[in-house]
Each structure stands twice: as structure tokens, then as C-alpha cells.
């Protein structure tokens, strides 16, 4: 929703990973410890984010929408995006997570 804290994480199965986030395509940041709050949420903030780690990949792209209503905050899985040079990533150890922050 509107002024919530959204919470974006790269991660493993088992642990976060040092990574890039990206919206629409153009690099926000690069994050040590896999993951960056964006604050106080507005609809300037709704796109297409996913992360990308060195050593293990691309993430596959989710889009997130900001709203006034419930549900607070959607995200809608998409497939992921092969290079255009024919590489060819092993996405599946890569799971992106969205965390929602309530501030009362």
C-alpha cells in the first residue's frame, strides 16, 4: 500500500546472495547482503524488479504494484528473460522474496 516499506531479497534455498536490483531494466543498486528496502512506497515505485548475482544469475522478474487498497502489495511471476546472445541461466536456486513492512 501507499507509505509502506517494501523489502526486496535475493536469496537461495538456503541463504541471501550479494546482488544487483534492477527495475524495468536499469540497474536501482547493488546490495552486499541481498536485499534493499525501498521506503515510503508510492506508484512511481510499481515496475518489473528482479536481481542479479555474479556467481549464481539472474533472478526471474516480478511485478509489483502499489495500491491504496488491499491487497497491500501483488506480485505477478513472470517467465524469465534469456540473454540475447544465447546464454542460457540456471534460474531455479535463485528465489526472489518481497516483504511488506507495516509502520504504526
Known sequence: ???????????????????????????????????????????????????????HGESPSSWISVTGNDPPVSMVMTQPIRGEQGLDYDYDDIIPSVTTEHHF
Open 1 to 55: 500500500m501507499e507509505g509502506d516499506d517494501v523489502s526486496l531479497h535475493c536469496k537461495t534455498k538456503t541463504s541471501n546472495l550479494p546482488a544487483d536490483f534492477y527495475k524495468d531494466g536499469s540497474l536501482i543498486r547493488t546490495e552486499p547482503a541481498g536485499h534493499m528496502t525501498i521506503h515510503h512506497v508510492s506508484k512511481s515505485d510499481e515496475g518489473l524488479y528482479k536481481c542479479n548475482s555474479s556467481s
